[in-house]
């Protein structure tokens, strides 16, 4: 069993990226620019949120977060999206998810301009990835992609399971393994014989938001598990994921961590589609 870091990937991606932005600032004359607008002070989202500013600071993009109340209106939000999409200055805009029960966030998302949509949530980049075109794609599953690869663990015409069908994780995972040549199965909170249908997986990538929720009856001998769950463990009150980890890793050949696994590679790929961004506004 060995447990695959994404902590020490995605600083090795972080220190790729600043190289490159140090060196486009010099032909650009700036860095790139990521806003984040946050509505509300629901403690994780802030934490999310300081933790991308940390990032943009490590690699030279200037970050402004925007904090707006959390009875703010949906027009107080997407007025404030418009302006952010004819400034010239800002490469990316970030819209902190979930919003407040009165702003829709799919109303929200459709506003950000598709090209500054560091998430990949816009339903313009949603369908370019089903379709196989060019677009900047979300965050986490690009992650869990580059943390098998950084093992050279096979993808092609093996088994892979993806639990969730979240919009956000679930479903561009399994598009993203599909592309990856894998024979992809989706399961969810419906499906049948859960156990038995993950216990057939060569890859098991968890994002369903229940703590420990995956035991080794539901892992095959050998098995890779990615798992994107961030909980807090109703126990112990720390940071868990889905998967249990102490109880399934030794059925492992590799396994992810939660904290230290896929969260620091979606802020680094956030990292990175920031700067895709901001080259495609410089060369506008
Ligand atoms: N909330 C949980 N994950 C995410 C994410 O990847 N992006 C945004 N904007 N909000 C989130």
Redesign the pocket.
């Known amino acids: 069993m060995e447990i695959i870091s994404g902590k020490d990937l995605a600083a090795s991606i972080k220190q790729d990226v600043a190289k490159q932005i140090a060196e486009y600032a010099n032909i650009y004359g700036r860095t790139p620019n990521l806003t984040v607008i946050l509505v509300g002070d629901d403690p994780a989202?802030v934490s999310?949120v300081t933790g991308k500013g940390k990032a943009c600071a490590e690699v030279g993009i200037k970050n402004n977060t925007i904090t707006l109340p959390a009875n703010s209106t949906e027009e107080d939000v997407i007025a404030l999206i418009q302006k952010l999409n004819n400034d010239k200055t800002v490469d990316g805009i970030?819209?902190?998810?979930?919003l407040p029960k009165q702003i829709s966030e799919q109303r929200v998302i459709d506003t950000i301009a598709k090209e500054k949509d560091v998430?990949g949530?816009h339903p313009y980049n949603v369908a370019a990835l089903w379709e196989k075109r060019p677009c900047i794609l979300?965050?986490?599953p690009k992650g869990v992609v580059k943390l098998l690869k950084s093992k050279s663990i096979d993808i092609t015409g093996k088994r892979v399971v993806v639990m969730g069908r979240s919009n956000?994780v679930g479903l561009p995972a399994a598009k993203l393994m599909l592309d990856e040549n894998a024979t992809v199965t989706i399961v969810h909170s419906r499906t049948q014989n859960i156990a038995q249908v993950c216990a057939e997986a060569d890859i098991l990538i968890v994002g369903i938001g229940k703590p420990k929720f995956v035991k080794p009856e539901m892992i095959k001998q050998g098995a890779a598990v990615i798992d994107v769950g961030v909980n807090r463990d109703p126990e112990t009150g720390k940071l868990c994921g889905d998967v249990d980890f102490d109880a399934c890793a030794d059925k492992c050949s590799y396994i992810t961590k939660v904290p230290g696994g896929v969260g620091p590679m979606?802020i680094a790929c956030?990292m990175e589609n920031t700067l895709e961004c901001f080259l495609h506004n410089v060369k506008q």
């Open positions: 989202s999310y970030l819209v902190q998810l979930p998430d949530f979300p965050c986490t956000i979606t956030l």
